[in-house]
């Protein structure tokens, strides 16, 4: 089935340092999406890439989907500690989403 | 509020017991999944729906039962053939075109006492 790789599993930061986790898959993906969790929260959706090479931006968030399409990333700029969890993406398998194993984000004060 | 409501937010389950977790919502999603989460891991399948009366195993069925008699409902039994029980249980749905993700509920934590 399909699966996806995300690195980091952890990284700790200092408040105010960048911060980008990376998705990556052997097949062409046809679109992904990222999640955040928060600390004993739930999943919350953040975005979803389509395009080949498309570039999305919120805020302090910048999302990338790679030219083949078999490849993405979140970057996060000037980290804040209101950005503390762990980050998912995910991408759609028959009829249903499949995670990546996440990045957890800790950002220290 | 649209959403997706899960009950109870904890259970405690004795050895051998089935007990069943309760998924509703009201955002007139099609489809529904269940999800199973252990500490500091990602998320696995464990059933899905995309329309009432019918659904299919996901990756870690095993143990598990579902029904989808309503739209709005979906809850999970863990019977005592779950060996290894203990986790946080999430629900999610989804509507049709996407580019708006899933939904998630707010979990149940079940542990076998």
């Known amino acids: 089935g399909q699966q996806v790789m995300q690195i980091p599993q952890y990284q700790h930061v200092q ?43 919120q805020k302090r968030l910048t999302f990338q989907f790679g030219e083949a399409k078999k490849n ?16 998912f993406c995910a991408v759609t398998g028959f009829q249903k989403l499949v995670f990546g194993t996440g990045t ?6 | ?12 389950r004795k050895e051998g017991q089935n007990v069943t977790l309760s998924c509703e919502q009201n955002l007139n999603h099609d489809a529904m999944y269940w999800y199973r989460q252990d500490p500091g891991q990602g998320l696995r399948l464990i059933y899905y729906s995309q329309i009432v009366n019918d659904f299919q195993k996901g990756d870690i069925a095993e143990g598990y039962s579902v029904s989808r008699e309503k739209k709005e409902s979906f809850p999970l039994t863990v019977t005592s053939a779950q060996k290894n029980p203990t ?11 996407g580019g708006y993700g899933y939904t998630f509920g707010s979990g149940t934590r079940l542990t076998v006492v």
């Open chain 1, 15 to 57: 408040e105010g340092e960048d911060f980008t986790t990376y998705c990556n898959s052997s097949t062409t993906l046809s679109n992904i999406q990222w999640y955040k969790q928060r600390p004993g929260g739930h999943p919350v959706f953040l975005i979803q890439l389509v395009k080949s090479g498309e570039v999305k931006k």
């Open chain 1, 72 to 87: 993405s990333s979140l970057h996060i700029t000037a980290t804040q500690t209101t950005d503390v969890g762990t980050y």
């Open chain 2, 87 to 97: 986790a946080f249980y999430l629900c999610a749905s989804s509507g049709q075109g």
């Open chain 2, 1 to 12: 509020d649209g959403g997706i409501t899960q009950s109870p937010k904890y259970l405690f």
């Open chain 1, 104 to 109: 957890r984000l800790l950002v220290s004060p």
